[in-house]
């Protein structure tokens, strides 16, 4: 199908397109970082017009990921291409890619033409190589989420996409060799039981992941960084209007990585938000595959960047959607608790999900959770205690 086809299906799905930046001097997130247009004087910016033309290179520095066409066929398959198909998957490398970057460069990082691609830049464009030979390409991702009812041609949710990332960060940790340790990172999903089903708010319990820290450091004293995921479902055919302003506010964190979420069959991967919209990169053009190589210092990359800024009204999105927050170390988690934990406890009972310290079992061998906390940190076997509590 050709691109401008499926640009006029989604249009059908999505509603048309609509791109740039409104009249509005509300604030912008992107990502943890705030534009401030109205009170661009106390921003570091010297006026509205450069606060927002800061905000255009920190959209279009992030990492695009679209359909590709010509490449080697997927497994046993004759798929050598992912269109109609992998817009969820596509969505779901935007956001590893973000957590990688932010990893690998720090969230200041800026994609400037004028200078040689960095090399470490290159590194993780080359990871999502459209290869079975590329760590997180969507071949690896459709292998490694099978049990998850992935599978070339098929469209699934962001449920079975968060843990097939899950599995294939695990199958990258355990066949990475030394030298390519600092790419990985730890993957924990936080949902309400094992088939994501359970009704209620999902529960972030601080002792599980931990645990997941612990076996993805073997041992090693050092809190290695962490990729959370939480799969929502926040509604019936359209998101709950009493979970948007929390929805908004997790742009705020330091930690965000965004939103994997759209309507069914057209993903989107959510990056910033202004007012009640939400700024999207859209996987859904079509384009060549590029090979990168880091030590290729002439590819060009831009057709993994985006230029057109694209924003969809928060209350269309398919109630099917799924956060991403990525934690660099211990204290950047502990942070993250706190915020979620004031999140949850400012959402008027409507929580996105709880925060809590261990699971306990009652007297009928039911397992609850403990509503106060300590904070350890267990991985470095320290414990202290905090002055506030989680839900």
């Given at each position: 199908m050709a691109s401008g086809a499926i640009r006029r299906f989604q249009d059908r799905v999505l509603g048309p397109s609509r791109t740039g930046i409104s009249s509005s001097t509300s604030e912008i997130w992107l990502l943890g970082?705030?534009?401030?247009?109205?009170?661009?004087?106390?921003?570091?910016?010297?006026?509205?017009?450069?606060?927002?033309?800061?905000?255009?290179?920190?959209f279009s520095s992030l990492?695009?990921?679209?359909?590709?066409?010509?490449?080697?066929?997927?497994?046993?398959?004759?798929?050598?291409?992912?269109?109609?198909?992998?817009?969820?998957?596509?969505?779901?490398?935007?956001?590893?890619?973000?957590?990688?970057?932010?990893?690998?460069?720090?969230?200041?990082?800026?994609?400037?033409?004028?200078?040689?691609?960095?090399?470490?830049?290159?590194?993780?464009?080359?990871l999502f190589g459209d290869t079975e030979a590329s760590a997180f390409s969507i071949h690896n991702l459709i292998l490694a989420g099978e049990s998850y009812g992935l599978a070339a041609g098929s469209w699934v949710g962001p449920y079975a996409v968060c843990r097939s990332?899950?599995?294939?960060?695990?199958?990258?940790?355990?066949e990475t060799d030394v030298k390519h340790k600092s790419f990985s990172m730890?993957?924990?999903?936080?949902?309400?039981?094992?088939?994501?089903?359970?009704?209620?708010?999902?529960?972030?319990?601080?002792?599980?992941?931990?645990?997941?820290?612990?076996?993805?450091?073997?041992?090693?004293?050092?809190?290695?960084?962490?990729?959370?995921?939480?799969?929502?479902?926040?509604?019936?055919?359209?998101?709950?209007p009493r979970y948007i302003p929390s929805l908004i506010a997790t742009f705020t964190f330091p930690q965000s990585l965004g939103i994997l979420g759209g309507k069914p069959g057209a993903s989107t991967y959510i990056v910033g938000v202004q007012e009640?919209?939400?700024?999207?990169?859209?996987?859904?053009?079509?384009?060549?595959?590029?090979?990168?190589?880091?030590?290729?210092?002439?590819?060009?990359?831009?057709?993994?960047?985006?230029?057109?800024?694209?924003y969809v009204p928060l209350e269309s999105l398919d109630p099917s959607l799924a956060l991403g927050f990525y934690c660099q170390d211990k204290d950047d988690f502990d942070d993250f608790c706190i915020r979620a934990t004031k999140l949850a406890g400012d959402s008027n009972g409507a929580p996105l999900f709880t925060v809590t310290q261990s699971h306990r079992t009652n007297d009928c061998g039911i397992a609850e959770t403990s509503s106060s906390t300590v904070i350890s940190t267990e991985i470095s076997g320290e414990e202290h205690e905090d002055d506030w509590q989680l839900l």
């Open positions: 970082v705030c534009y401030k247009i109205s009170e661009a004087e106390s921003f570091e910016e010297a006026d509205a017009g450069r606060v927002l033309a800061a905000f255009r290179q920190d990492i695009l990921m679209t359909y590709r066409r010509g490449f080697e066929p997927i497994g046993d398959t004759t798929y050598t291409s992912d269109v109609n198909w992998g817009c969820m998957l596509r969505s779901g490398q935007m956001l590893f890619a973000q957590a990688l970057l932010f990893q690998r460069l720090g969230r200041s990082w800026r994609k400037k033409d004028s200078e040689p691609p960095n090399e470490k830049y290159l590194e993780i464009l080359e990332w899950e599995s294939l960060a695990r199958k990258n940790k355990e730890a993957v924990h999903i936080v949902s309400g039981s094992e088939d994501g089903e359970r009704g209620g708010a999902p529960i972030l319990c601080i002792e599980d992941v931990t645990k997941t820290c612990l076996e993805f450091s073997e041992g090693d004293t050092e809190w290695p960084p962490i990729l959370l995921l939480v799969p929502l479902v926040l509604g019936l055919d359209k998101v709950n009640d919209k939400g700024f999207y990169l859209d996987p859904h053009d079509v384009q060549q595959v590029v090979t990168v190589k880091k030590e290729n210092q002439d590819v060009d990359t831009s057709s993994y960047h985006c230029n057109t800024l694209r």
